[in-house]
């Protein structure tokens, strides 16, 4: 099909211009030709789901059929489905059987109706449901099977959930004949590999081609606070949704309009304190977890689609069900579980394309745990143990040690969070330059920048410019409140004496070294990781490029 037919049933039936990149066009050409498998693994927000909703529509006398592990995301695209009058038919576990049958019976009719069928990952082993794959691949009824938001396996490779992936390996096997679809948003080489693994898809881009799109998303903006006194954090959260949501929406007409923010929370009861802490703080907010009534859950979902609420306190799960356009802001009340699981977290922000912040809150006692004799403990537990079931175990909880250890050094470490991400899931190496906390302190950080800073000190002179340093630094630590931007700033800034003074003069040099020291030693703030590699210390082409 060329191009211009593509776009006029994008048109017709989407009601979109154009495609939203190169790449959603390509994939959509590819998997029209229907001769090979694709995977299709784009950030959020860039229509990965157009990827196969086109395609299906196009080849209308047939059906797909679409396999997801989470209910709330089957059910906003078939909402959206039905909204475009698409026939289209859900069976999850908590179909009834009557229903079950009415649907099955409809899909091996001769007048069959229904274009779509969701289902869950749960309905692949049922044997009514491989019925109905047999019965749609020999009336050549069947255009696609699509397998879509895989990333979520992520989590559950190692656990449950890894049992209806077989089964799903076994239909795969068995319908060779037919194209199938993997959707995932970014994702790792592991579970690509996994993917590949479980479904018997070869590495062989003649029998599988893959498009993806790198995961850097230039809109969104990350920074990390640390928070080592107990109870500051509500007012600097406070502070953070003002400037960034209640001062935007201002300048709004109707709720629906206004930016919206999300709240991810270790547990239930931390939304329930959370929302109890900022509501009497003023702010527009409400608890979303898996622990309501099922009413109160959609009644606080529709209110925050609708804008009454500004923001949700929600649990990892319940927070990814959220489907919403115009999240401005995106807060981690604690260290997020592993790095894939805060990249899908956090890129609920700005999926409209529009800037957003992504921003972790985080107390000491939160990395403490993950220090490197837990590690060493927690590896020894899996030799000392003998069932297969404690080496499970055992295993199990050294592999969520890991992940929240990699969480740690995210948050921190030295290197560029854009960057990080990019690294984690293989991508090119890129700079974000001014798009998270680290990288801004260079280009154009609280005090102005490298060249800023260098001005400012030919100007004032370096005794002044110290005195101004420390004294910025001062009214940090009064307000209890030092981000690691804050300390990076300051350190940035020792490092600009250090590179000033050229070592021709040791005096000032050593006058940088002493104010560079009393801070530190005065700091809430765990800098040990951070000065170990401070460009203070090791002022070499090494550390400078970590910086970045
Ligand atoms: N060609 C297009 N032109 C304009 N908008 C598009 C196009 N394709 C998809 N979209 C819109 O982009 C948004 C994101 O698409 P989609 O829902 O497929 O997201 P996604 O990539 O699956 O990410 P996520 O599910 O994480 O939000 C949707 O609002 C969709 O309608």
Redesign the pocket.
């Known amino acids: 099909m060329d191009d211009e037919s593509l776009l006029k049933y ?1 048109r017709h039936y ?1 009601h ?1 211009s ?3 990149n190169e790449t ?1 066009k390509d994939a959509i050409l590819t998997i029209l030709k229907r001769n090979t498998d694709v995977i299709v693994s ?1 950030p ?7 990827c196969y909703q086109l395609p299906s529509l196009i080849y209308l006398k047939r059906m797909t059929i679409v396999i997801i592990p989470l209910v709330a995301r089957i059910m906003d695209q078939v909402n959206s489905l039905k909204s475009m009058e698409i026939h289209t038919e859900v069976i999850t576990t908590l179909t009834t059987t009557s229903e079950k049958m009415r649907i099955y019976g409809d899909l091996q009719s001769e007048l069959r109706k229904c274009h779509f069928l969701y289902v869950t990952t749960d309905q692949a082993p049922t044997s009514a449901f491989k019925q109905l794959l047999s019965h749609l691949v020999q009336t050549n009824n069947l255009s696609y099977i699509v397998v879509d938001e895989t990333h979520c396996e992520n989590q559950w490779i190692y656990g449950q959930k890894n049992n209806d992936y077989h089964s799903l390996g076994m239909l795969r096997k068995k319908y060779k004949e037919i194209p199938w679809i993997v959707v995932t ?1 970014t994702a790792g080489v592991d579970v690509v590999d996994f993917l590949r693994s479980v479904l018997y898809i070869k590495d062989d881009p003649k029998t599988c081609v893959r498009f993806s799109i790198p995961c850097y998303r230039p809109n969104l903006f990350y920074d990390v606070v640390q928070d080592n006194t107990n109870g500051v954090s509500v007012p600097h959260l406070k502070k953070f949704i003002d400037e960034y949501l209640t001062e935007e929406n201002l300048s709004l007409g109707s709720d629906s309009e206004r930016s919206s923010g999300l709240i991810f929370c270790k547990t239930r009861e931390v939304t329930e304190h959370l929302v109890k802490d900022l509501k009497q703080n003023g702010i527009s907010i409400a608890a979303y977890h898996a622990g309501l009534e099922e009413a109160d859950r959609s009644s606080v979902k529709d209110l925050f689609m609708k804008g009454h609420y500004q923001l949700l306190a929600v649990t990892s799960i319940s927070g990814m069900e959220i ?1 919403k ?1 115009n999240i401005r802001l995106v807060v981690h009340w604690g260290l997020p579980s592993s790095v894939s699981a805060y990249y899908y977290e956090s ?1 609920q922000a700005g ?1 409209d394309g529009n800037p957003a912040r992504c921003r972790i809150y985080l107390t000491k006692r939160a990395t403490s745990y993950y220090n490197p004799k837990n590690e060493s403990m927690l590896a020894a537990a899996i030799n000392s143990v003998d069932s297969i079931e404690q080496i499970q175990n055992s295993a199990k909880s050294f592999l969520v040690f890991l992940h929240s250890r990699y969480m740690k050094d995210f948050c921190e470490g030295l290197k560029c969070r854009h960057r990080f991400f990019s690294e984690y899931f293989g991508d090119e190496r890129m700079e974000c330059i001014d798009k998270c906390d680290i990288c801004s302190i260079v280009s154009h950080g609280f005090y102005g920048g490298r060249s800023a800073i260098r001005l400012e000190m030919l100007q004032m002179g370096m005794n002044t410019y110290i005195k101004n340093i420390c004294s910025k630094y001062h009214e940090l630590q009064k307000n209890n409140m030092l981000t690691t931007t804050d300390a990076l700033n300051i350190m940035k800034v020792c490092d600009e004496f250090v590179k000033a003074n050229n070592s021709n003069n040791s005096e000032a040099t050593l006058t940088t070294f002493n104010a560079y020291e009393k801070m530190m030693k005065v700091s809430n703030v765990d800098v040990e990781s951070l000065s170990s590699s401070s460009p203070v210390k090791n002022n070499d082409k090494k550390d400078e490029d970590q910086l970045h």
């Open positions: 994008l989407f979109h154009d495609f939203k959603q784009f959020s927000g860039y229509g990965r789901t157009m948003a489907k356009a890129g999926k």
